[in-house]
């Protein structure tokens, strides 16, 4: 079947833009997850949907980075006022539920100018 | 808190020989550990999880993971290493949050 996909797979943007990502999960799966690739911080994880609950937004690095899941599928990350050290792969996964495998999409890679 | 570490961040070996990745883990309580397998401008990929059970957990590609309880390691092995193995591997946890907690990643060369 499907996997997870993501959208756009590249990204170049200017300094001070904003950027939506988009994330498609795999159908039927509840839970949503947002992690981001960088050099110099290794793996982190950013914001967690799980069904309707509240969102754990607690690995969101600062008030310029924000995300929403409409109708429990789709879910975009924006970040605003781009900063060159937002320059990341963001990378998507989804499970079945939360104590599920997680299974990854393949990213989209970030260039702030 | 929860975390994984894998101390080599490179680790050769020549193809057909066998390969071992290592991951100690630190957890409260009982751990839920993961590989996954990421190839140059892909995702990661799951490779197999430990949940509870048999020590010895089966994965994708021929791989394999020994979980230890008393030295805290997840390793990972193959018993016969090809080339098109090459790639980044990493080692992670799942907090009792449901996010993954990963280790820094070792990149594995298999020369032919």
């Known amino acids: 079947g499907a996997g997870v996909s993501q959208s756009p797979s590249n990204k170049v943007t200017e300094k001070g833009k904003d950027v939506e990502l988009r994330c498609d999960p795999i159908s039927g799966h509840t839970a949503l997850y947002w992690y981001r690739q960088s050099l110099g911080q290794g793996l982190e994880f950013l914001i967690y949907?799980?069904?309707?609950?509240?969102?754990?937004k607690s690995g969101l690095p600062s008030d310029r980075f924000s995300a929403e899941r409409t109708g429990g599928s789709v879910s975009t990350l924006t970040i605003q006022r781009t900063q060159q050290e937002d320059s990341a792969v963001y990378l998507c996964?989804?499970?079945?539920?939360?104590?599920?495998?997680?299974?990854f999409g393949p990213g989209t890679r970030l260039l702030v100018l | 808190a929860q975390s994984v570490a894998q101390p080599e961040d490179q680790v050769n070996v020549a193809e057909g020989n066998p390969l071992t990745v290592k991951c100690t883990y630190s957890?409260?309580?009982?751990?839920?550990l993961f590989w996954y397998v990421q190839y140059p401008n892909r995702g990661l990929q799951f490779l197999l999880k430990y949940i509870t059970g048999d020590n010895l957990v089966k994965g994708s590609y021929g791989f394999e993971a020994e979980f230890n309880k008393s030295q805290t390691s997840f390793h990972l092995k193959k018993p016969s290493a090809l080339v098109s193995d090459s790639a980044l591997y990493f080692c992670a946890v799942r907090d009792w949050t449901d996010k993954l907690i990963f280790g820094t990643g070792t990149r594995l060369q298999v020369f032919p």
């Open positions: 996964a989804s499970s079945r539920e939360g104590r599920e495998t997680q299974y």
């Open positions: 957890v409260s309580g009982n751990p839920y």
């Open positions: 949907f799980q069904g309707n609950s509240a969102p754990d």
